[in-house]
């Protein structure tokens, strides 16, 4: 502490130093964005939200889908086919066999086309239904990104043993820094 007898020039500063922690502005468009961008184009949306990882699960959910509707839709068409040639006549479809009688008969083709056009159908459904939660995904990503997770917040699991009761205590405490 200087004294009124000391000759060095002594400031004394009141400045207030600001906080360290430097926040990113946040952009409240970018849910909209990057679910915009994943309805354009699937996946899009992940890689808006730096989640390339999620982007071959998205393409793998729906390509299967697709690919099982495609393969419906193909032995659909061919069971139908062999059905209007045998009522037009015909016995020397796939099914038919080489004796008398069919391997499959008319109505075992029917039921058979019935059932490839409910699976047909359902797997369109299940396919847009994944697009769906493709743009859906990426939303709620791009809405968790915005979202402050530095320690001065922090919400952990505890483990404690009570010694009173001779048992344990599991719980979540919340601890807030300031």
């Known amino acids: 502490m200087p004294t009124a007898t000391d000759s060095s020039p002594t400031t004394i500063s009141n400045a207030v130093i600001a906080d360290s922690v430097v926040r990113k502005p ?3 468009l970018a849910p909209s964005k990057a679910a ?3 309805a354009i184009l699937p996946g899009l949306g992940q890689a808006y939200n730096k989640k390339y990882w999620k982007i071959p699960i998205v393409y793998a959910a729906i390509g ?8 419906n839709d193909k032995n659909y068409n061919r069971y139908r086919d062999v059905y209007k040639r045998r009522l037009a006549g015909f016995t020397d479809d796939e099914f038919y066999g080489d004796g008398p009688t069919p391997k499959v008969s008319n109505d075992g083709l029917i039921r058979a086309q ?3 056009r409910r699976n047909k159908e359902l797997s ?9 939660l493709n743009i859906i995904d990426a939303n709620v990503d791009a809405h968790l990104l915005q979202y402050n997770l530095d320690e001065n917040l922090a919400l952990k699991p505890h483990f404690q043993f009570n010694e ?9 405490t919340l601890n807030f820094k300031f």
């Open 164 to 172: 009173q009761e001779n048992s344990t205590d599991l719980g979540v």
């Open 64 to 71: 299967t889908g697709i690919y099982i509707y495609l393969d």
């Open 26 to 28: 946040m952009n409240i």
């Open 124 to 132: 369109l459904l299940i396919t847009f239904g994944l697009y769906a």
């Open 114 to 116: 019935n059932t490839l």
């Open 36 to 38: 915009f961008y994943s």
